[in-house]
């Protein structure tokens, strides 16, 4: 009997060792969300996927300074959900670097940048400047009217080529 305690005495310290490689460990994780007041589906008219497109204009026929070529449009909001009153748009891109509160050309054209307005002629700021419009919500839609023109940059040579712009919209709901 003694001969097997003395085995239990020196196996024990050994099964302890290896017991103790076992490890653990512990975290925190975050749960975030956001609660909206509902979501709205949007479409461009007057242009298609997405872009409205300046009829061609000649050289010649840009003013010494100022927009010219005026092509309206729209951005809609429908389907909104029930209790939504308004929609804001928000509008920011890049700016040209003659004029700030136009959208830089990144066509092959020269002397030119983009105008975009409301349709009551107030310019929307690629500086972020008088940027965002807000209109009501109806029956579940509603409707702000736009409009794009070519925009002659002051003391820069026009030149014939492409003319391409973007602008990011954020639309939020209320």
Same mark, same amino acid.
């Given at each position: 009997?003694?001969?097997?305690?003395?085995?239990?005495?020196?196996?024990?310290?050994?099964?302890?060792? &290896?017991?103790?490689?076992?490890?653990?460990?512990?975290?925190?994780?975050?749960?975030?969300?956001?609660?909206?007041?509902?979501?709205?589906?949007?479409?461009?008219?007057?242009?298609?996927?997405?872009?409205?497109?300046?009829?061609?204009?000649?050289?010649?026929?840009?003013?010494?300074?100022?927009?010219?070529?005026?092509?309206? &449009?729209?951005?809609?909001?429908?389907?909104?959900?029930?209790?939504?009153?308004? *929609?804001? &748009? *928000?509008?920011?891109?890049?700016?040209?670097?003659?004029?700030?509160?136009?959208?830089?050309?990144?066509?092959?054209?020269?002397?030119?940048?983009?105008?975009?307005?409301?349709?009551?002629?107030?310019?929307?700021?690629?500086?972020?400047?008088?940027?965002?419009?807000?209109?009501?919500?109806? *029956?579940?839609?509603?409707?702000?009217?736009?409009?794009?023109?070519?925009?002659?940059?002051?003391?820069?040579?026009?030149?014939?080529?492409?003319?391409?712009?973007?602008?990011?919209?954020?639309?939020?709901?209320?």
């Amino acid at each position: 009997m003694k001969r097997v305690t003395v085995w239990i005495g020196v196996l024990l310290p050994f099964a302890l060792a &290896f017991a103790s490689v076992n490890a653990s460990a512990q975290t925190t994780f975050n749960m975030t969300g956001t609660i909206v007041n509902g979501t709205c589906q949007w479409t461009l008219s007057g242009g298609s996927d997405s872009t409205v497109a300046l009829d061609p204009i000649s050289v010649s026929a840009l003013p010494a300074v100022g927009a010219t070529g005026y092509k309206p &449009f729209q951005l809609t909001v429908n389907s909104c959900s029930a209790g939504l009153t308004q *929609a804001t &748009f *928000a509008f920011t891109g890049t700016s040209d670097a003659t004029d700030l509160a136009r959208y830089k050309n990144t066509g092959a054209a020269t002397g030119v940048a983009v105008e975009l307005e409301s349709a009551d002629g107030a310019t929307i700021g690629a500086n972020n400047t008088n940027n965002t419009r807000t209109v009501p919500i109806s *029956a579940g839609q509603a409707t702000l009217d736009l409009r794009v023109a070519y925009w002659k940059l002051p003391s820069v040579l026009a030149t014939t080529g492409s003319v391409l712009s973007s602008t990011l919209v954020t639309m939020s709901y209320l």
